[in-house]
């Protein structure tokens, strides 16, 4: 965990600082933030990320386009990725998990399910 | 009209009879402007409404964070402080004051749990800011309907007025602060089917 940068991509201030606070709370200390796809890629090309926090709903890039756009590339083939978003409709979730995230949460989410789907994404 | 009529004055007879029925289109038209045009007047304002619910809320959302950080961080210092009380009062004098400061950090625990429990509710305010702008975009929809036929009534071009809405509005139209559509038992499932 000490080693493990994690970069949280949502378009609302408001569940950005939820999610750095429940992140921090739960050991995971350095966490990045961006406002929307775009915005995410611009982040990756600054700071070395080893795990993404993504919405699917975001202005300039959402989260489907985001996570496709970072499976095409090579560097990031296996970079865990976590979708946290209020689409909770299967075909949306079949949808995600198509373009490549590796676990998918539906907002509102409680602590213990953020922690617990970082814990196994990281254990494979 | 009588079938020994002539021609031409059957003609004239029809021609003003529709002369007559475009007059009344007309004025039935002209009747119909006035409330589009209140209506056209009304919607954007519900529009900005919503729009202001949501930043309000928002703001209102941060204030109540701002708050929450803050608790956390007093309940985190004072149950460090009563820890370290606790390690001196039992070298000092064992079991004086142990019984009251296991009792304040019990409490001070809960403050913060309940802190913790505050800030994941403010959730909501993300959700809700979708249903708005979801709201928001419908009423900009008969806005622009309504603004079109206004358009083809003054023999303008719609086009215009489809190229003068263009905010970007983004929101999943189900979401939900109680009801999930799929459940997380569901969608693990799903993804460890497909590992």
Known sequence: ?124 | MSENMPLQAKIQAEVAALATSIADIVQKFKGLHHPLAESKEKVPVATQQLDKISEQTEAATHQMLDMVEQIQVREEKVIDGLTKMSEISELTEPNAASGLISELKELAQTNLNDAYTIMDALQFQDITAQQMNHAASLLEDIEVKLQSIMAIMAGKSVEEVKASYSKDRVFDPNADLFDKRTDQEAIDSLFSKNK
């Open chain 1, 1 to 124: 965990m000490a080693n493990l940068k994690i970069l949280a991509v949502d378009d609302s201030p408001t569940m950005r600082r939820i999610i750095i606070n429940t992140l921090k709370r739960a050991g995971f200390e350095d966490v990045v933030e961006a406002c929307d796809g775009k915005d995410a890629l611009a982040k990756m090309k600054v700071d070395k990320i080893n795990f993404v926090i993504t919405d699917w709903n975001m202005p300039e890039m959402d989260g489907l386009t985001f996570v496709s756009t970072l499976r095409s590339n090579a560097e990031y083939k296996s970079l865990p990725i976590l979708m946290v978003t209020t689409r909770s409709v299967k075909d949306d979730i079949v949808e995600a998990l198509k373009a490549g995230v590796n676990n998918y949460i539906v907002k509102p989410f409680t602590p213990d399910t953020l922690k617990e789907k970082i814990e196994q994404i990281l254990a494979g």
